[in-house]
């Protein structure tokens, strides 16, 4: 959980770098622990109106990716089966594999692609990085 924390924390703090950037805010306060540095990042986000200008500017739309991803991470946590649905992309460029119970496979809605859970994690967690 520390780790997984870490890695929150890590996306965090680089998604709000490149928000500083674009808005032309000065860079953040440093040398924080991470649960500071995590709220910080969350509240400075968050700020009235800020959060507005951060998601029209389209190279930032990762939030929402970002978002996406970590509420997979941290449903699969707390629940056994996987989410109904996975922010994965398939190959055939859809964002719309819905579990399968039966199959146990992702099934993509679009083109029927079956991916294992695994494998559309692997996927979230690899677009995340980029
Ligand atoms: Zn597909």
């Known amino acids: 959980m520390g780790e997984l924390l870490e ?6 703090l680089d998604f709000e770098g490149r928000a500083r ?9 440093g040398g924080v622990r991470s649960a ?3 709220s910080r990042a969350v509240g400075w986000l968050t700020e009235s109106g800020r959060l507005e ?3 029209v500017r389209e ?5 929402v990716d970002f978002a996406l991803s ?5 449903e699969r946590l707390v629940g056994d089966e996987p989410p109904a649905w996975s922010p994965a992309r398939c190959r055939c ?3 719309s594999f ?6 146990g496979f992702y099934v993509c809605a679009a083109c029927g692609t079956h991916v294992s859970e695994g494998e559309a994690s692997a996927r979230v967690e690899e677009e995340a990085a980029r």
């Open 21 to 29: 950037v674009w808005l032309g805010a000065g860079a953040r306060l």
């Open 53 to 55: 200008s951060v998601l």
């Open 36 to 38: 500071v540095a995590r």
């Open 7 to 12: 890695k929150l924390t890590g996306g965090l």
């Open 93 to 95: 460029g859809e964002r």
């Open 59 to 63: 190279e930032l739309v990762g939030l």
């Open 70 to 74: 970590w509420r997979l991470v941290l």
């Open 98 to 103: 819905r579990w399968d119970v039966k199959a």
